[in-house]
T-cell receptor, first 110, second 116 residues
Framework: KNEVEQSPQNLTAQEGEFITINCSYSVGISALHWLQQHPGGGIVSLFMLSSGKKKHGRLIATINIQEKHSSLHITASHPRDSAVYICAARVRGSQGNLIFGKGTKLSVKP | AAGVIQSPRHLIKEKRETATLKCYPIPRHDTVYWYQQGPGQDPQFLISFYEKMQSDKGSIPDRFSAQQFSDYHSELNMSSLELGDSALYFC???????????????FGPGTRLTVL
């Protein structure tokens, strides 16, 4: 069992839809990252969370430490949101390196 | 704002050759992480440095070595390259918090290494 698991693995949505990507982890963490990776390969950091909720534009990330679960929401999705979204955990007590989930491939159709 | 710079962006090598990948962190960032992402795989942590000292080690093969220099840039040296080393190699940088703890990591664009 992976220490960081994401669902769904693949997601297809119509433009304008509300999207949720889930992440569960089995280790103690000091922070959780949501990352975006486009087909060219570059990784962009979207959020770093240790508690509660963060919002940036149409993106919202939440985390429930007790349940070891985080969600990434995209409101009013757009084809340019199409990318792989990766959840990555910073394990408590580590030197800051990340353990990555397998990613969720999102495709938003116009 | 300045971002993490990696060079080269693409590299093609033959088996058994050596390769050196470079990473230039965001100015004033003191911590560098290296990750390897194989085709269709999630990134795996290789090694990290804080203030020029190795801070953690992941699944880095013995054929690879790395260091962080006085200007905080880092180099990943890969020898006796194998076909399985073909991957996207990411560098990320962050600024360590006073008293311990870590800030957000910012990723470079990656170096795509192809071993033929």
């Amino acid at each position: 069992k992976n220490e960081v698991e994401q669902s769904p693995q693949n997601l297809t949505a119509q433009e304008g839809e509300f999207i949720t990507i889930n992440c569960s982890y089995s280790v103690g963490i000091s922070a959780l990252h949501w990352l975006q990776q486009h087909p060219g390969g570059g990784i962009v950091s979207l959020f770093m969370l240790s508690s509660g909720k963060k919002k940036h534009g149409r993106l919202i990330a939440t985390i429930n430490i007790q349940e070891k679960h985080s969600s990434l929401h995209i409101t009013a999705s757009h084809p340019r949101d199409s990318a792989v979204y990766i959840c990555a955990a910073r394990v408590r007590g580590s030197q800051g390196n990340l353990i990555f989930g397998k990613g969720t491939k999102l495709s938003v159709k116009p | 704002a300045a971002g993490v710079i990696q060079s080269p962006r693409h590299l093609i090598k033959e088996k058994r050759e050596t390769a050196t990948l470079k990473c230039y962190p965001i100015p004033r960032h003191d911590t560098v992480y290296w990750y390897q992402q194989g085709p269709g795989q999630d990134p795996q942590f290789l090694i990290s440095f804080y203030e020029k000292m190795q801070s953690d080690k992941g699944s880095i093969p013995d054929r690879f070595s790395a260091q962080q220099f006085s200007d905080y840039h880092s180099e990943l040296n890969m020898s006796s390259l194998e076909l399985g080393d073909s991957a996207l190699y990411f560098c990320a940088s962050s600024l360590a918090k006073a008293g311990g703890g870590y800030n957000e990591q910012f990723f470079g664009p990656g170096t795509r290494l192809t071993v033929l």
